[in-house]
């Protein structure tokens, strides 16, 4: 069989741990027999972070933005034990952090559905995609404990020297102070990037803020998002049939409880953070959960939504076998090849990587999945496979298929 042709180059991102054991098996098993795979590969495994002083994540992010499309495997991020652990000279960033924050980048988030794996919530009956506004709020805090009574003041002083002060709170005892921000043009960005996103994949988009109560912050992303929307995708939403709704948090929570899904809830940087999780553990498992990053511009970067499986990658060190679950790491590739394809109008390559994805889900299907969705599965009568012998079988799958 003559292998799909690429033009483009995707931007490989390498990664840490199993994942970047299971990220060369997907490759020899499931691309290369079929692909002539074109990347420009970056190795961003902590060794070699460390060993560029982090240059090679600003550098693949870089040519991201030259190319257009990327696909990450799962990173680690290092805290006090990873010091010890790889010998760092620092404790390097967020891969992650360090690439959203260079291209400007949204977070998608949606669930793979699969038939077995049934969602705690009984009426959702397609993903729902979170889409996470991955900057300033909590994560960019300012914080004061303070050890007794007095007066915490919040206070902006202008380019022209004017000051703009409003009480806090007259503590009469101990207590603790947070001071949080955003910007307009970041807030602006995320809007972009859902309405964007939206028009890509022909879904509703939801979003939803508290601005009854904090009638500034809250309502200063409400009021963008409707600027935004009604001066530049109005009219487009109405042609695609898609529509844009606004709602109090909890009201969008409750409603969310009660739709079928298919549709993209564009949340805060706290909303989302919970709400993923949320999503992805109620539909089944994070393992199961997609992941691309979104610019304004138009660049995307496909990766799977869970870490890098720390234990079974200590537990393969050891030379035991693991059961680890491969597949949204997969579709993190699907979803690159796809987009690639379609970016540089080669039909074959976005046929393939449909293919894939229903070679992976008619695989469990018929029975044959890893450990972690055995424990979960409705099937009866199921086979455990370790993590080659899930690949290989989704191989064989595909190649039924293709014939």
């Known amino acids: 069989m003559e292998k799909i042709r690429m033009v483009t180059p995707l931007v490989e991102m390498d990664g840490d741990e199993m994942t970047r054991i299971l990220w060369q098996l997907i490759k020899e098993e499931l691309l290369l027999p079929f692909v002539d795979l074109k990347t420009e590969y970056y190795d961003l495994g902590l060794e070699h972070r460390n060993e560029t002083d982090d240059q090679v994540t600003v550098d693949s992010a870089e040519a991201t933005k030259r190319y257009g499309v990327a696909v990450k495997c799962a990173t680690i991020t290092p805290n006090a034990a990873r010091m010890t652990e790889y010998k760092l000279k620092e404790m390097w960033k967020s891969p992650n952090g360090t690439i959203r924050a260079i291209l ?41 404990k303070a050890p007794g009574a007095g007066k915490a003041e919040l206070v902006y002083t202008a380019a022209d020297g004017s000051v703009t002060r409003e009480t806090i709170h007259e503590f009469s005892d101990a207590g603790i102070i947070q001071g949080v921000h955003n910007t307009d043009a970041s807030i602006r960005s995320f809007a972009k990037a859902c309405f964007n996103y939206a028009l890509d994949i022909k879904q509703d988009l939801w979003f939803g803020a508290k601005d009854t109560i904090s009638k500034k912050y809250d309502h200063n992303f409400k009021d963008i998002f409707e600027e935004v929307y009604t001066q530049e995708y109005k009219e487009k939403f109405e042609e695609a049939g898609i529509t844009y709704f ?65 234990r079974h990658y200590y537990k393969h060190l050891q030379g035991e076998e693991t059961s680890t679950n491969s597949v949204a790491t997969i579709f993190a590739w699907t979803g690159a090849l796809r987009k690639r394809g379609e970016l540089d109008g080669i039909k074959e390559l976005m046929a393939f990587a449909d293919m894939l994805e229903k070679a992976t889900l008619d695989t469990i299907e018929s029975g044959k999945m890893t450990k972690d969705l055995a424990l979960i599965t409705s099937l009866e009568d199921v086979t455990v496979l370790n993590s080659g012998d899930f690949i290989k079988e989704i191989r064989r799958t595909l190649e039924g298929a293709m014939k």
């Open 104 to 144: 400007d980048g949204t977070v998608f988030r949606a669930p793979i559905v699969v038939k077995g794996i049934e969602p705690c919530v009984k009426n959702w009956e397609k993903p729902i995609t979170i889409a996470r506004h991955a900057y300033g709020d909590i994560y960019k805090n300012v914080e004061i």
């Open 246 to 310: 606004y709602s109090l948090i909890d009201d969008i929570v409750a409603r969310v409880m009660k739709a079928k899904g298919g549709f993209i809830w564009a949340c805060k940087n706290y909303d989302g953070d919970v709400m993923s999780d949320m999503v992805s553990s109620a539909f089944g498992s994070l393992a199961m959960m997609t992941s691309v990053l979104t610019s304004p511009t138009g660049v995307y970067e496909y990766e799977a939504a869970h870490g890098t499986v720390q």
